[in-house]
T-cell receptor, first 110, second 113 residues
Framework: QKEVEQNSGPLSVPEGAIASLNCTYS??????FFWYRQYSGKSPELIMF????GDKEDGRFTAQLNKASQYVSLLIRDSQPSDSATYLC??????????FGSGTQLTVLP | DAGVIQSPRHEVTEMGQEVTLRCKPI?????LFWYRQTMMRGLELLIY????????DSGMPEDRFSAKMPNASFSTLKIQPSEPRDSAVYFC???????????FGPGTRLTVT
């Protein structure tokens, strides 16, 4: 079992819709959770992080964390074609390193 | 403020040659991470440093790979000898205190023929 699992996609949504990206993790001791966006040929860039159970909102993005279910998600409201990218879920356990999922490729159709 | 700097951006070499990748972290960051990304395996952590000291190198695939951090502003990842299966994008990232977000450099695309 992979430590951090994501649906690889591709996930396609129409412009203006809500895109929902999901991630599960195996280490119950995980402390913090990150969502990175990676455009093709570019490096990962951080878009959201969440430490506590519940929701965290930043503009069109909402991160949701449920530690009991070992589940973290990212919602993108009013999706735009510029949101088309691969989204990487990353989890930090007791050590300082991040473990990344394999990423979900999102395409927003105009 | 400059981000993480990596060089070269692209490297094409022949099998058996030595390859050295370079990284300059963000000034003031005390953690530095080296990653490798391929389509098959995704983003893999190779090694990370804290205050220039290697902390965990369990991700280094084999003895052909070595990494150093002689000072707070410079790190190298060396592959000797290189093999075609080493072809990947290598990223360097840095963070503050290891508990905050990691900032990635632009990556080095390595092709070994």
């Amino acid at each position: 079992q992979k430590e951090v699992e994501q649906n690889s996609g591709p996930l396609s949504v129409p412009e203006g819709a809500i895109a929902s990206l999901n991630c599960t993790y195996s280490d119950r001791g995980s402390q913090s959770f990150f969502w990175y966006r990676q455009y093709s040929g570019k490096s990962p860039e951080l878009i959201m992080f969440i430490y506590s159970n519940g929701d965290k909102e930043d503009g069109r993005f909402t991160a949701q964390l449920n530690k009991a279910s070992q589940y973290v998600s990212l919602l993108i409201r009013d999706s735009q074609p510029s949101d088309s990218a691969t989204y990487l879920c990353a989890v930090r356990g007791s050590a300082r390193q991040l473990t990344f999922g394999s990423g979900t490729q999102l395409t927003v159709l105009p | 403020d400059a981000g993480v700097i990596q060089s070269p951006r692209h490297e094409v070499t022949e099998m058996g040659q030595e390859v050295t990748l370079r990284c300059k972290p963000i000034s003031g960051h005390d953690y530095l991470f080296w990653y490798r990304q391929t389509m098959m395996r995704g983003l893999e952590l190779l090694i990370y440093f804290n205050n220039n000291v290697p902390i965990d190198d369990s991700g280094m695939p084999e003895d052909r790979f070595s990494a150093k951090m002689p000072n707070a502003s410079f790190s190298t990842l060396k592959i000797q000898p290189s093999e075609p299966r080493d072809s990947a994008v290598y990223f360097c990232a840095s963070s503050l205190q290891g508990i905050h977000e990691q900032y990635f450099g632009p990556g080095t695309r390595l092709t070994v023929t």
